[in-house]
């Protein structure tokens, strides 16, 4: 069974300060990782995946295999950059089913 | 804004009553996933649809079922209802071919008393 943990439900950073999301996964083969947001009003929306190696909106996130982890990053947050974020996983292969953290609400104060 | 729409946006029920959820996918999606988002939680997945067929199932009893119609519009359907339902559900849509990218619609809240 695949399992995501996201420890912070919050996190607080002020404007121009660097923010790291923690996303930590539990899974035996080979994840597909992905960050999923939600702003304010706004439905559910995809931030990037770990395949793509892309950077969105200055956020990064590198896929650590040895940790388990998939931390998503960003040097300098902006204001518009609060909202709330998901870490998912879905199993590698065909499997169609993406199993979410429980989020972590971020915000970014002036 | 994508164009996955749910209806209706919220529904107050009393348990043991049946209720049945509304989705329409975007435009040349062809699969359709539902996720229950409890208070505080991450969105859980229910089920997936394909071709109108049921293409892969979450921890769900059967009392939770859906339907997949030809125009990719979609239904979830539970019956017995139990307070534990209450819960915003979400419907996603995919390419086939790009699962990954699911476009969510905005939810239906639905409220068990």
């Known amino acids: 069974a695949q399992r995501v943990t996201q420890p912070e439900k919050l996190l607080s950073v002020f404007k121009g300060a660097p923010v790291e999301l923690k996303c930590n996964y539990s899974y035996s083969g080979s994840p597909e990782l992905f960050w999923y947001v939600q702003y304010s009003r706004q439905r559910l929306q995809l931030l990037l995946r770990h395949i793509s190696r892309e950077s969105i909106k200055g956020f990064t996130a590198d896929l650590n295999k040895g940790e388990t982890s998939f931390h998503l990053k960003k040097p300098f947050a902006q204001e518009e950059d609060s909202a709330m974020y998901y870490c998912a996983l879905r199993a590698g292969g065909s499997n169609y089913k993406l199993t979410f953290g429980k989020g972590t609400l971020l915000t970014v104060n002036p | 804004e994508t164009g996955v729409t749910q209806s209706p946006t919220h529904l107050i029920k009393t348990r043991g009553q049946q209720v049945t959820l509304r989705c329409s996918s975007q435009?040349?999606?062809?699969?359709v996933s539902w996720y229950q988002q409890a208070l505080g939680q991450g969105p859980q997945f229910i089920f997936q649809?394909?071709?109108?067929?049921?293409?892969g199932r979450g921890n769900f009893p059967p009392r939770f079922s859906g339907l997949q119609f030809p125009n990719y519009s979609s239904e979830l359907n539970v019956n017995a209802l139990e307070l534990d339902d209450s819960a915003l559900y979400l419907c996603a849509s995919s390419l086939v071919t790009d699962q990954e990218t699911q476009y969510f619609g905005p939810g239906t809240r639905l409220l068990v008393l």
């Open positions: 435009s040349g999606h062809n699969t």
């Open positions: 649809y394909y071709r109108e067929e049921e293409n």
